[in-house]
């Protein structure tokens, strides 16, 4: 966990409050502390949406939980660390780094403000459903990239202290679903939020759930000033709890050459491991220069990358290689990757994926089956 305490050298009162922030930090273990000058870096402070000081960031996982501004009392923003240091259950929970949002029945899309950036910290940036002049429902599917056992589900809000209005842009009714395998769904489970005093993260307690796939319905039913019904939100975290059976390792991609005398497809086809069958589509694909497409959402699949022009870069965690005409890359299921074209005018590749989770298949519009 961090604390940022944000001050201006041409405002006395937080200045001068430096010190207390360093007292109040002597007095809590295990937690790490900055202190930003405005005046240096207004870009960090408008970045977490605060419009005074002396102002204090609370992140956990680089993730706000709560912040605080204007005339701050210690003991709050002490009891606030604890709070949430305790709250992860010691170390037998974790939050999940990476997930990707399959789908949402609407979005309100422009550069700060899509489905993705729901696992991107900021308080300015998130998800927002498209406005309704009738009350009804938005729904987002998120992958988890693999099975976890599900605790918690924690949602973070715009900051309504700045502006009330956006406490009517958070929902009070959350309706759950989740799945192992994307076919077979367990029951709904309704959850309500009722504290809506802080803007801070509002955690939901699914019980330990063992699940990959969450679809999360939000029932909009709060009339905003404008007149309008809809959702908004900065962040969506996800916490699992540990269990050594069933650990967070990742998978590592494999690589190969093709044989010249050999056509692309039957190589790979016949000697690297794939077999046409149910739910296998193969596609072909052009990369323009800087050009990337990430295959996350296809995470319990074989993934074979052939490329036809040109040279790829694969990259994943920690590592990258390129690859080139004559050569494959296999992305086996639990990795984490995208593909790059990054030196060339334009680049082309075959791609062919196994078991692609039916429920998904909406992605598959501009693919060919073979």
Known sequence: ???????????????????????????????EYEICNIDNNKEKWLQYGLKTVPGIVLLKNNAVVCFFAGAINWDIVKKSVFDN????????????ENYNVLWSSSCHRYDRWNEQLLNVDGMDTGWS????????????????YKKHIIKYIGFVPRKWEFNIDLKDSFPDNIVIQTSEDGDVWDEKKEYLITDKNEANEKRIDLKSILCRY????????????????????????????????????LDEPSFGTIDDNKDYLDDIVNKRGI????NVTTSFWFLNQNQEMSNKCFYESQIVIIPTRGELTLVWPNNKRNISVGNWVKIPKKCVCKIVNETNDKSSFIEIIENVPSFCAWGLRKWKKK
């Open 275 to 278: 077999s046409y069958g149910k």
């Open 85 to 96: 240091k305790n709250s992860l259950l010691d170390n037998k929970i974790y939050e999940i």
């Open 1 to 31: 966990m961090k604390l940022i305490y944000f001050y201006s050298t041409w405002d006395e009162n937080s200045s001068s409050k430096k010190c207390d922030f360093i007292n109040m930090i002597s007095t809590i273990d295990d937690i």
């Open 129 to 144: 459903s498209v406005s309704n002049k009738k009350s009804g429902e938005a729904t987002l599917v998120v992958d988890l």
């Open 214 to 249: 969450i679809k999360i319905t939000f029932r909009v039913s709060n009339l905003r000033l404008e007149k309008k019904y809809f959702v908004q939100l900065t962040n969506i975290n996800f916490y699992a709890e540990y269990n050594e059976k069933n650990n967070n390792s």
